[in-house]
């Protein structure tokens, strides 16, 4: 990478398409939608109510992260550039307010929010520099060509299970997060291939790299993209992970491998000085790499101490309908649901059509037992996983000629041996390696993706460690997808060597397989831009995203509910009905539901069902006053009530009755802008029909 130009690295045209296929005027400029209302333009660090600074005492949501309501999700980066974001947005917005007022128009801007255009500007980019990070990572996992680094660049860029991380104004972290692991890995790996090759290209000179280089690239610069990548989202403490396995498995393979190195057991070999000094080094390299393992888990450890101790006393209080299947009491259900949450990811990798940014509450039956037929499926999962775990552990069952020597794959010997296969191609036509489909580095290369690049970024969301507050969620696979483009792009890789090197006589078969590769990407990466613009946009407006997420999951109580609640800020009160019907029963999820409800049958005047329902209620928030805990909070509960006040309210013919209900609903709770306004309202009507 000598000449490194711009416009000729693979990474600046994956970046560039996944910016473009993420460049739509109505998406950019959409609205604020659902969390980031909470994450945005109500976080008191980023709309300016608190200094900046204070984004290291407080959560991702603006909460002090010491108090129990605090959801513990300590982001101060993922904070700070929002709050950064949002100074742009405003100042972009008031230069636009000048300009209209000197032009004597009326302000048409919306007035308030400061414009979304930036926040989603900044997020397509970052998306961008994800995805060139992630083209430049590839050929340290891949043999080095430019058509596997342009597959998993452009594979990751338009992966529509993205879309929910880059339209998402409030996934910011996640981004930040993958950028900080791949610099991190970038600067690690870079530093490791130098000096493993000057090991064995010039394994005596003084060559070497300086002590400083390695200090930099292997411990400062990854420790201090870590730190970072764990303040930008959780999930960055398992980067030091990533590149451990990275490094174990390229250079070691596999445990077995790695003992032996160590034990440096000397083989009656003929030639006698070369293999000793071999076996010295091998024990070398095999020492060196315990160390820094040693290293890079005491800092993982250190700055996870420290994270974990910033979460104050108090442990996060997560609902259990988030995550039924890693809050099951049940040994046997959890193991198996949570694992088939772990297929249902794999098949939005592979097939992305069920994508919705909500699966909380009953959206995924649980594996009660054994013979529900979606046990087999985790049960070929455990198989592969223990299969792939297994030759981390012994090796692969290889003839022995190339498991031994395979050991070092690096950029540039690789690039040989694939000119040299081409020229002994042409000589003559026979030569076939045997093991070009399965061989020792291509073991590697699987195993790398699997539990360095998807695994080990997953990990922290994988419910194995910790229990995590959703059962699933596009973008916790973000980064993990990773992974699967390494796979799918070994994958191909191994069509277009194939093709390379079967014999003459099934020259048509290998062409057919070669174009047959070559047509499922494309077709593959068509569809992938088709739907990822589909869920771009749909991330634009509220109602259209949710309208999305319930054609996909009708099930799940919470889109019901949001759905619902955006088609009655539409007044499409009758589509309405029938959505939030299932949820209308205070009983059946939170008497929340049923203001909603009953406003909506109020609407369709149908107000003597909305009164039972709203008696329910009542009795129901009377239970949860008893009940206690930190959901039930009084705040909480008296807005509720005071809410469900005033749809009674709302159902009420008799003026004087009325007036007695909303004034009750104020009381109840002073702080209650919306019931505050409804009173005055009524007041003043009264007032005036007084007067006449
Ligand atoms: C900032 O957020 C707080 C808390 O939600 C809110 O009370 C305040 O009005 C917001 N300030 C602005 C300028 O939006
Ligand atoms: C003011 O309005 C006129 C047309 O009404 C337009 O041509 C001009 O560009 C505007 N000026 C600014 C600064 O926007
Ligand atoms: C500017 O606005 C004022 C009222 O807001 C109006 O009286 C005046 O005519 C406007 N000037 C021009 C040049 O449009
Ligand atoms: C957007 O992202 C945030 C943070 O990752 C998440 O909490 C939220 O649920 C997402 N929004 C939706 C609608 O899924
Ligand atoms: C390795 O493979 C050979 C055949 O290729 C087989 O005979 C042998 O039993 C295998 N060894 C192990 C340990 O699986």
Redesign the pocket.
Known sequence: MSSWSFWKAPSFWTALIAILAYWDARALTGDFVYDDAGSV????VV???VDWKEAFQRDFW?VEMTTAQSHKSFRPITTLTLKANYLLAQWYQQKQQSRDNHNNSSSTSNK?HPPTVSFHVVNVILHGLVTGLVTRATPYILPNNVVSQLIVGLLFGLHPVHAEVVSNITSRGELLMSIFFLVAFLSFANTRQATEESLHLHPLSSQRQRWWQRLLGIYTIPWICMTLSLFSKEQGATTLISLVLWDFLKYHGNVWNLLQKLIQKKKHDSTTTTTTSQHQQDAVTARQFILRTTILAIQTLLVVTLRYILNGETSPDFIEAQNPAGFAKDRLTRAFSVCWVYCLYIRDALWPYYLCPDWSGVSIDLIRSIKDPRAMAVVALWYMAAQSFWTMVVGGNFSSSSSTSAAFVSTKSDAAVDAGQKKKKKKNELTVSPDWWWNDATLRQVNMSIWAFAFSPFLLSSNILVVVGLMKADRVIYLPLFGFCLLEATLLEKFRAGALTMRTSIENRKELLFWAAHFFLMFQLFVFCGRTHERNVAWSESLRLWEAAYAINPRSHHTMYNYGYELSLKQRYTEAEIVLRPIGDPRVESPSNTFVYAMVLFNLQRCNRALQLLDDAFEVIKEKRKEGGPRNTDSHLNRTESNLLVAKAHCTDDLQERGRVLYQAVEIDPTNEYAIGLATEFMKKLEQMNLL
């Open positions: 333009v109500k976080n008191v709309n300016g109510s603006g308030g």
